[in-house]
T-cell receptor, first 112, second 113 residues
């Protein structure tokens, strides 16, 4: 079993829809990261969370430490949001001294 | 552009050849990470440097792989005697002393024929 699980693996939605991507983890963490990867490979860090909720524009990330679960929400989705969204964690006491452990990613397509 | 650069962006090589990749992190960042990503998978941690010291290596990093960061600035990742299974995207990231957000380079895509 992977230490970081994401769902769904693939998501296709219509422009304007509210999007939710889920991440569950099974290890102790010091932080959880949401990353965005566009075709061609470049990865951009969207959020880093250790508790609560963060908002940036149309993106909202939440984390529940007790349940070991995080969600990434996109409001008023747009075709330019189409990308792979990756959940990653910084594990406590290992994982390469803050090297990240990644989920497999959620491939999001927003259709016009 | 995150400020982290990698060279080359693409590399095609024949099985058995050696390849070397370079990563230039954001200049004030003392931490540097190498990751590998195969098609359809999330990235996997390979190794980590704090300044010039290599402090952690994954079990994924076989004896054919070696990484250096000689002056605590740029880093190189060398793969000797490449195998087809080495085909992947090799990603570099850097972070600052507060060990928080990691900034990723564009990656080097390796294809071993």
């Amino acid at each position: 079993k992977n230490e970081v699980e994401q769902s769904p693996q693939n998501l296709t939605a219509q422009e304007g829809e509210f999007i939710t991507i889920n991440c569950s983890y099974s290890v102790g963490i010091s932080a959880l990261h949401w990353l965005q990867q566009h075709p061609g490979g470049g990865i951009v860090s969207l959020f880093m969370l250790s508790s609560g909720k963060k908002k940036h524009g149309r993106l909202i990330a939440t984390i529940n430490i007790q349940e070991k679960h995080s969600s990434l929400h996109i409001t008023a989705s747009h075709p330019r949001d189409s990308a792979v969204y990756i959940c990653a964690v910084t594990t406590l006491g290992g994982g390469g001294a803050d090297g990240l452990t990644f989920g497999k990613g959620t491939h999001l397509i927003i259709q016009p | 552009d995150t400020g982290v650069s990698q060279d080359p962006r693409h590399k095609i090589t024949k099985r058995g050849q050696n390849v070397t990749f370079r990563c230039d992190p954001i200049s004030e960042h003392n931490r540097l990470y190498w990751y590998r990503q195969t098609l359809g998978q999330g990235p996997e941690f390979l190794t980590y440097f704090q300044n010039e010291a290599q402090l952690e290596k994954s079990r994924l990093l076989s004896d054919r792989f070696s990484a250096e960061r000689p002056k605590g600035s740029f880093s190189t990742l060398e793969i000797q005697r490449t195998e087809q299974g080495d085909s992947a995207m090799y990603l570099c990231a850097s972070s600052s002393r507060d060990r928080r957000t990691q900034y990723f380079g564009p990656g080097t895509r390796l294809l071993v024929l």
